[in-house]
T-cell receptor, first 117, second 114 residues
């Protein structure tokens, strides 16, 4: 079945550093991937749609210069949190679907817990 | 715009009892509907999905859901819960016309009493 791998699963870093999170589709290709953010005890909020070979589409209120998205291949999207600060601490989750097989659900990575000190 | 409401924030159920989680959606056309489950610190696992056809959908782990267009609902049910069903459950709506983006409900946390 469709599998989405996300790495790293946990990051702790100092304020001001940049952090890159990878999202890979392991057994299918995805021209579109999605990045979500989840605060403790809350639901998932869509941050942006990652488009292979073109610019990402950001949801209203999401700073595109803060959250850089690159989708350089059909199996890899990256989210870079630039100059991270404590308020960026959160759980980040990506998703993708197998677009070659008609109606298919989104499959999610295991998430990345980001803690900024 | 799509929206999803899960009216129950928490539900406590005894092991072996039945479970029903409510989900109401708002969308102009026929939506795609999903239920996902999330254990603490984990990603989301798909329980079941509805795209079209039979409105009663069977999923994994003994779960089922019924799409009721007239009520704009997609409630999740399980006849007999197990302690391992304790988790956070999310209902989500998507649509091809919306680029397959998902909009999630606020989630329902299920606690299972022994």
């Amino acid at each position: 079945g469709a599998v989405v791998s996300q790495h790293p699963s946990w990051v702790i870093c100092k304020s001001g550093t940049s952090v890159k999170i990878e999202c890979r589709s392991l057994d299918f290709q995805a021209t579109t991937m999605f990045w979500y953010r989840q605060f403790p005890k809350q639901s998932l909020m869509l941050m942006a749609t990652s488009n292979e070979g073109s610019k990402a589409t950001y949801e209203q209120g999401v700073e595109k210069d803060k959250f850089l998205i690159n989708h350089a291949s059909l199996t890899l999207s990256t989210l870079t949190v630039t100059s991270a600060h404590p308020e960026d601490s959160s759980f980040y989750i990506c998703s993708a679907r197998d677009e070659s097989r008609g109606n298919q659900p989104q499959h999610f990575g295991d998430g990345t817990r980001l803690s900024i000190l | 715009a799509q929206s999803v409401t899960q009216p129950d924030i928490h539900i406590t159920v005894s092991e072996g009892a039945s479970l029903e989680l409510r989900c109401n959606y708002s969308y102009g056309a026929t939506p795609y509907l999903f239920w996902y489950v999330q254990s603490p610190g984990q990603g989301l696992q798909l329980l079941l999905k509805y795209f079209s056809g039979d409105t009663l959908v069977q999923g994994i782990k003994g779960f089922e859901a019924e799409f009721k267009r007239s009520q704009s609902s997609f409630n999740l049910r399980k006849p007999s819960v197990h302690w391992s069903d304790a988790a956070e459950y999310f209902c989500a709506v998507g649509a091809k016309a919306a680029g397959n983006k998902l909009t999630f409900g606020g989630g329902t946390r299920v606690l299972v009493k022994p």
